[in-house]
């Protein structure tokens, strides 16, 4: 079956920290692959995504590659802030066209100044 | 960016009640929208697909006459939890899909925290 795994959080890292969460996936096919953030009181809101083997999804200073040969969707950033502290879940879509989302646990992450 | 609201944000209810829970889309009309399930620490479970004017699609394991959807206009969604027990208590979350912003974009409402004594 389709399925995500996301490192475990929680995770608290400086101001100016590299940042990396670890997001591997279990598909049929080729997924699209996302990721997705959630802010205090605020619903889940797409952060980047992902369509095909070695692309690229790039937002807010987020990097992550789509890597089909380790199935992996890991997300990075050279350099955190403050207001970068929130959620973040790991998701695929399994059919192209088709509209359904299988997330990851999520992983919270606090950023201290 | 879209907006997708929700209410009420938290509902505490006793035992053997019902409980209604409205997604709305605010600004855009959403002919899809979606109703996830989340425990503490878990994934987002997708429940349901909610389908404007027609009946909703449950994922295996979800029971319809336990959680009834209704998606009577292109901006509203309902979720009831009927005859709540203590196990229904979770984190309920909608979604609701726009049309002009591709297929594969979703925008989420924040959440209805659930406790049922």
């Known amino acids: 079956g389709n399925s995500v795994t996301q490192m475990e959080g929680p995770v608290t890292l400086s101001e100016e920290a590299f940042l990396t969460i670890n997001c591997t996936y279990t598909?049929?096919?080729?997924?699209?692959l996302f990721w997705y953030v959630q802010y205090p009181g605020e619903g889940l809101q797409l952060l980047l995504k992902a369509t095909k083997a070695d692309d690229k999804g790039s937002n807010k200073g987020f990097e992550a590659t789509y890597r089909k040969e380790t199935t992996s969707f890991h997300l990075e950033k050279g350099s955190v802030q403050v207001s970068d502290s929130a959620v973040y879940f790991c998701a695929l879509r399994p059919i192209q066209g088709a509209q359904k989302l299988v997330f990851g646990q999520g992983t919270r992450l606090t950023i201290n100044p | 960016g879209a907006v997708v609201s929700q209410h009420p944000s938290w509902v505490i209810c006793k035992s053997g009640t019902s409980v209604k829970i409205e997604c709305r889309s605010l600004?855009?009309?959403?002919?899809?929208m979606f109703w996830y399930r989340q425990f503490p620490k878990q994934s987002l479970m997708l429940m349901a697909t909610?389908?404007?004017?027609?009946?909703?699609?449950?994922e295996q394991g979800v029971e319809k006459d336990k959680f009834l959807i209704n998606h009577a206009s292109l901006t509203l969604s309902t979720l009831t939890v009927t005859s709540a027990h203590p196990e229904d208590s979770s984190f309920y979350i909608c979604s609701a899909n726009r049309p002009l912003a591709g297929v594969d974009e979703q925008f989420f409402g924040p959440g209805t925290r659930l406790t049922v004594l």
């Open positions: 909610s389908n404007e004017g027609s009946k909703a699609t449950y």
């Open positions: 598909a049929t096919g080729y997924p699209s």
């Open positions: 600004d855009f009309q959403a002919t899809t």
